[in-house]
């Protein structure tokens, strides 16, 4: 029993002295922030800030670098807001979109007559990006319904 006891005091202790020393660490390190220490300016600050947020948004997408310039382009130009910046990165879609239409029917003209399950397929692809452009099209009318352009976006990503 006197062995729990004596644990037990000495336990405290430990935890007491472990606490006192973390306070110890904290304020010198505080301290020794003191008058030396100096803030970037905002304008700078605000700018990494942005490349992190762009960094850690596009890591996760298909095409990061893609990504990562699109979205640059439509914050470095001015104060954007949520919106202008949502129209830029729709704008970009659209525009891959449409790049991507042009190289089916390209490729579509080229096909011979006679082959027409390579003839069907492109038809199928050329469909499927009409519709990508009418859904976004759509949703791009109504950019202050942020939810539904998010998920017409996503439902587009796997096609």
Do not use: W
């Amino acid at each position: 029993m006197v062995n729990k006891v004596l644990l037990g005091a000495l336990s405290a202790i430990f935890v007491l002295a472990v606490t006192i020393g973390a306070v110890a660490v904290v304020l010198r390190t505080v301290h020794r922030a003191g008058s030396d220490f100096t803030v970037p300016p905002e304008s700078d600050h605000e700018l990494v800030t942005k490349s992190k947020s762009i960094a850690s948004f596009c890591a996760s997408t298909d095409y990061n670098d893609a990504c990562e310039q699109t979205l640059k382009s439509a914050v470095n130009t001015s104060e954007a807001t949520p919106k202008q910046v949502v129209q830029t990165v729709v704008k970009a879609t659209m525009s891959e979109i449409e790049a991507a239409v042009r190289l089916a029917v390209n490729i579509s003209q080229h096909v011979h007559a006679n082959d027409s399950m390579n003839q069907m397929a492109l038809d199928d692809c050329k469909r499927l990006f009409d519709d990508a452009v009418q859904e976004i099209n759509a949703a791009f009318l109504h950019t202050h319904d942020l939810r539904a352009l998010a998920k017409r976006l996503i439902a587009h990503k796997d096609k």
